[in-house]
T-cell receptor, first 112, second 113 residues
Framework: TQLLEQSPQFLSIQEGENLTVYCNSS?????LQWYRQEPGEGPVLLVT?????EVKKLKRLTFQFGDARKDSSLHITAAQPGDTGLYLC????????????FGAGTQVVVTP | DAGVIQSPRHEVTEMGQEVTLRCKPI?????LFWYRQTMMRGLELLIY????????DSGMPEDRFSAKMPNASFSTLKIQPSEPRDSAVYFC???????????FGDGTRLSIL
């Protein structure tokens, strides 16, 4: 059983459309990270959120941490083919210093 | 700056053979992590080191797996004997502050026949 549930598992959209992916858990996290992974490469960190209700923006990407620190979302505005990849969330609970547990990921495909 | 370097990139071997995966972390990073990624189980933490000392190996699947970090610039993950179910992509990551970010290598794709 995954500590972090990501949805949807797969998302295919056209260039210019918006998308949102979700990361949910029954556990409270002291911090949560989002990574993007491309084929044949390791995950690359996009953002870290630590405060309940926090919203961070990275160009066309908007990350939100739930008020209760149990869930998070990633919204991409006007998606581009370069946004294609596996999006992973990773959470750290208060009793697991240094250890982040990863969700299974959402595979996003953006077609021109 | 060089990132985390893993070798080999691909390894194909027969079951029962010993497999050694290698990792060179980013210079100055005190933390080193070994992960395994499969379609079924996603990305799993196997073990992590701080200042060359293993801190948590609770994710190591069984005694066939062992990891060492003889110095700050090198770590190995060894599987002996290997089994087909060990087939996966193994990632090494390093960090100067794991609460902030981890830098991943490009992984070793391991296939056990």
């Amino acid at each position: 059983t995954q500590l972090l549930e990501q949805s949807p598992q797969f998302l295919s959209i056209q260039e210019g459309e918006n998308l949102t992916v979700y990361c949910n858990s029954s556990s409270v996290f002291s911090s949560l990270q989002w990574y993007r992974q491309e084929p044949g490469e390791g995950p690359v960190l996009l953002v870290t959120v630590v405060t309940g209700g926090e919203v961070k923006k990275l160009k066309r990407l908007t990350f939100q941490f739930g008020d209760a620190r149990k869930d998070s979302s990633l919204h991409i505005t006007a998606a581009q083919p370069g946004d294609t990849g596996l999006y992973l969330c990773a959470g750290r609970t208060t009793d697991s210093w240094g250890k982040f547990q990863f969700g299974a990921g959402t595979q996003v495909v953006v077609t021109p | 700056d060089a990132g985390v370097i893993q070798s080999p990139r691909h390894e194909v071997t027969e079951m029962g053979q010993e497999v050694t995966l290698r990792c060179k972390p980013i210079s100055g990073h005190d933390y080193l992590f070994w992960y395994r990624q499969t379609m079924m189980r996603g990305l799993e933490l196997l073990i992590y080191f701080n200042n060359n000392v293993p801190i948590d190996d609770s994710g190591m699947p069984e005694d066939r797996f062992s990891a060492k970090m003889p110095n700050a610039s090198f770590s190995t993950l060894k599987i002996q004997p290997s089994e087909p179910r060990d087939s996966a992509v193994y990632f090494c990551a390093s960090s100067w502050d794991p609460l902030r970010s981890q830098h991943f290598g490009d992984g070793t794709r391991l296939s056990i026949l």
